[in-house]
């Protein structure tokens, strides 16, 4: 198992000094100056100069390589040309509300994927099997941005059960604890507080989650399928476990080594996808920080965001390395790896696992 997170540790290493080469060579091929933009519009060409000397973006770029990275061990992302605080703080600010859309995203997803996966699964070649792959199908093909508006037209505008934006109510405030409305409004003890933000996060939440479930109950399915066919499900059929046990005890768990996998990498692709949600349903994230940078030319602001969503798409993976480790025993054991936790249909039963055995 050490040896096994070891690996996962320098790849994790690897993969950030990656993103370090990225953005950097980001920085030198985006279009726009950016000491000129630290500088001002109204800056003279003196000025720039010496803001590009104050920056080192005067040096060659083999000079300025080992400073950036540097600079990035250090937590010093640059400064935003448009809020003129560091980026760091600035996404510090932003992330939090973010991370609070794609977590409720994410149970959604989880909530919904995952049993109609197991369904589809266990009706295989039916109908109901054909109807629930048709459904997230739909899911996946419907782009985001039109989902989120076709939601607030339908439950906020006609219906007015919630609301079209924002994320608390006008005029209620919540004082910022972890920077998440609905849990700061939880823990200063607002009850009203708390309902109004969860109602304000429930529709970008199901914007956001509509397109990831698709992929994970599609996951779910094949590898139930796989489950089930195996000759310890069959053991365990024989033995005489009820068919409920059978397909979530013995079953599912195996099922969701994969699933795991999946999930990780879609906590990344949805914090990069909280851009559009978090533009139609007018919330402070990272999402529109991203665009309100991209929209004023600030580079430094920019790729720190890149920067920042890459870091939590590591971290996700790490999470789902520790959680493999507990559902599948076999990568604990020397050798152990993702591969082999890919196959789920070929773990053993272990003994004495087989309850409500006929006797």
Avoid: C
């Amino acid at each position: 198992m050490a040896r096994f997170l070891l690996r996962r540790l320098v790849t994790s290493v690897v993969v950030l000094f990656g993103l370090g080469v990225v953005t950097f060579l980001m920085s030198q091929v985006l279009p726009g100056d950016p000491a000129r933009a630290a500088a001002g519009r109204n800056a003279t060409a003196e000025q720039v100069a010496a803001v590009s000397a104050r920056l080192g973006l005067d040096k060659p770029v083999w000079e300025q390589f080992p400073a950036y990275l540097g600079n990035l061990l250090h937590g010093d992302l640059g400064t935003s040309v448009f809020t003129q605080r560091p980026v760091l703080s600035d996404i510090g600010d932003a992330l939090p509300s973010s991370l609070e859309l794609v977590l409720a995203a994410m149970l959604i997803n989880v909530a919904v994927a995952v049993p109609l996966g197991v369904y589809a699964a266990y009706r295989r070649g039916r109908a109901a099997d054909v109807a629930a792959r048709l459904i997230v199908l739909f899911g996946a093909g419907v782009p985001v941005f039109w989902l989120g508006l076709m939601l607030q037209l339908v439950f906020a505008d006609r219906l007015g059960a919630l609301p079209l934006t924002g994320q608390l109510g006008f005029g209620r405030e919540v004082p910022s604890i972890t920077g998440m409305t609905s849990v700061d409004a939880l823990l200063s003890g607002d009850p009203a507080a708390f309902s109004d933000a969860v109602s304000h996060l429930v529709l970008p939440a199901v914007t956001l989650a509509a397109a990831f479930v698709a992929v994970v109950a599609r996951t779910v399915r094949s590898s139930m399928i796989s489950v089930l066919d195996s000759d310890y499900i069959t053991l365990a059929r024989a033995t005489g476990a009820s068919e409920w046990r059978v397909v979530i005890r013995h079953g599912l768990r195996n099922a969701l080594v994969p699933v795991s996998t999946i999930l990780g990498m879609q906590l990344g692709w949805m914090l990069g996808s909280t851009v559009l949600v978090e533009s139609v349903f007018g919330r402070r994230g990272i999402g529109a920080y991203a665009v309100n940078a991209v929209l004023q030319n600030d580079l430094y602001a920019v790729i720190g965001t890149v920067l920042v969503i890459g870091v939590v798409f590591v971290l996700a993976n790490i999470v789902v390395d520790v959680v493999q480790l507990w559902l599948n025993p076999r990568l604990r054991q020397p050798g152990g790896s993702r591969a082999s936790a890919a196959v789920p249909a070929a773990e053993p039963v272990e003994p004495g696992v087989v309850e409500g055995a006929a006797t």
